[in-house]
């Protein structure tokens, strides 16, 4: 689901991806293709300090050891400060891209699928429901539109899908399906692109082949679905319209995607969730109306996260949406099938079979299961508790910073033992999965260090459908994040990683 956007303001998208260079290269650093590993018979610090300075943006100098600017993350163009990057790309095996990219259609039609089973939807969170009151509220939300027998002709999907190579087994896992607020498409191609620009420029001496780096793009296959859901509502005069949080930080990750005036001249508005409240109504017809325009597309940049509900008037917003006959991205079906005890459920035996009817589809997607379990499994339970550092311990909740890990899964599970089993469900456990380590450099601020790291990948998909016409249904750009490999969590708007892009090998 979305990655959040609560603490990092992010640079202007034509800045980071043009103005970022690198001045001469010493004849003395090295790069080895494979790992990534610099090497030189001094500190590469000291080799890249004694250069001239390199540069992101107009003028700030990484050299710095501090901030140039006051953040704002309140209004555009004030107080920017560069996306968290990783100097160059990660290594990744081709064999793992290719399999990756394989399933996100297979993924796409999955969520879909499910979507419309209501009764799936709702046994499978009716314990959870219980004990964790954001689900409950978009349960309700969902149950009902089903009890008015609302149904969505048009579905518009833009998902990601999140993977780790595990380095024992040698398996590409899925970590989780995101439906909602599918971030970065926009920065993350951008990162992609400047790798590309410094690869042309020094791939020769560093041993590197830009094109060994897959085109991204994330943000015109997702702009082209959203007007092209747009186009299926049939009403020229309608806008889109981007549901954001308040005092946004994200915002030029979101531009990318949602000014579509000069690719398919369509009208974009953006409003929070308390403004779509104030200023909405839903006509005898369905149609939505925001600010006196009617709206044929909702994008939701927000609303995955408790924090977004603050109020009464948030909950109203999107019910009232839900009610039209505006397409959403997502419905509140497609936003509760993205749900973590959703995706342990689709793990189970013989439950793939429900929704999907194609045996090698199927064996595709098991293949990229990792292991997952709900905490009414008593012998899970015991090696959890056990061994805790092979186990996450996730709850219904999306953005980073909300996983539990080590000793604290091992102290959580005895305190749910104690305290009784109902908020179990409230939980799933995950096996924990364990990338590759490399030494990488990583820019946050201006400020660029080498650390070891970890990385994850994401694979975007867009799924559009009418009725029984599947318009679009496709795998549509990546995502790569990287981490300090003593990091749990992996949110780049949380603080805990970085944008990065793949190196086949």
């Known amino acids: 689901m979305g990655s959040g956007c609560s603490s990092l303001s992010y640079s202007s998208s034509t800045i980071i991806a043009t103005a970022f260079s690198v001045s001469s290269p010493s004849s003395s650093l090295k790069l080895n ?11 590469l610090s000291t080799q890249l300090r004694n250069q001239a300075p390199l540069r992101c943006g107009r003028s700030l100098e990484m050299e710095s050891q501090k901030p140039m600017f006051d953040k704002s993350g309140k209004v555009p163009g004030v107080g920017m400060m560069h996306a968290p990057i990783a100097l160059l790309p990660t290594p990744f095996p081709e064999v793992y891209w290719k399999q990756a990219c394989e399933v996100a259609p297979i993924f796409n039609e999955l969520v879909d699928r499910v979507s419309l089973d209501g009764k799936f939807i709702q046994d499978s969170l009716s314990r959870t429901k219980k004990v964790d009151i954001f689900t409950s509220r978009l349960l309700d939300i969902h149950s009902k539109m089903l009890e008015s027998n609302k149904t969505e002709d048009i579905r518009l999907g833009l998902h990601r899908s999140d993977y780790m190579l595990d380095e024992e087994t040698k398996s590409l896992l899925q970590i989780e399906m995101n439906t909602i607020s599918s971030s970065f498409s926009g920065l993350g191609r951008l990162v ?27 943000t015109i296959q997702f702009a082209d679905a959203m007007a092209k859901a747009w186009l299926e509502y049939n009403n020229p005069r309608a806008v889109v319209l981007v549901v954001v949080q308040p005092e946004e930080r994200n915002m030029y990750d979101q531009h990318w995607q949602s000014s579509l005036r000069n690719t398919h001249n369509i009208v974009t508005i953006r409003k929070t969730l308390a403004e779509v409240e104030n200023e909405g109504r839903v006509q005898e017809d369905g149609t939505l ?92 339970i015991k090696k959890a508790i056990e061994k805790p550092e092979l186990f996450v311990m996730k709850p219904q909740r999306e953005g980073g910073g909300n996983n539990i890990y080590g000793d604290d899964v091992r102290e959580n599970l005895l305190r749910l033992q104690k305290d009784g089993e109902e908020e179990n469900a409230a939980y ?78």
């Open 33 to 43: 293709p494979r790992s990534f590993l610099f090497q030189g018979p001094r500190n």
């Open 192 to 218: 992609g692109e400047l790798h590309q620009s410094l690869l042309r420029s020094y791939g020769d001496h560093l041993g590197l082949d830009s094109e060994r780096v897959p085109k991204n793009s994330s």
């Open 428 to 505: 799933i456990l995950m096996q924990r999965i364990f990338p590759k380590v490399s030494n990488m450099f990583l820019v946050r601020e201006g400020v660029y260090h080498k650390d070891q790291a970890i990385s994850e990948l994401g694979i975007y998909g867009a799924y559009l459908r009418n009725k029984e016409r599947v318009i679009i249904n496709e795998q549509s750009g990546y995502l790569m994040r990287t981490k300090v490999s003593s990091s749990n969590e992996g949110g780049v708007a949380a603080g805990f990683a970085v944008l990065d892009s793949i190196y086949l090998n």
């Open 289 to 380: 109306i925001v600010g006196g325009q009617a709206v044929a597309v909702v994008y939701f940049r927000s609303g995955y996260s408790p924090t977004d509900y603050p109020s009464e008037s948030e909950w109203n917003a999107r019910l009232l949406i839900e009610q039209s006959s505006a397409v959403k991205c997502p419905s509140i079906a497609y936003h509760l099938t993205g749900t973590k005890k959703i995706q342990q459920e689709l793990a189970k035996p013989g439950v793939l079979e429900r929704f999907l009817d194609n045996e090698e589809d199927i064996a595709k997607l098991r293949k990229c299961f990792a292991g997952l379990w709900s905490l009414d499994d008593p012998e899970i």
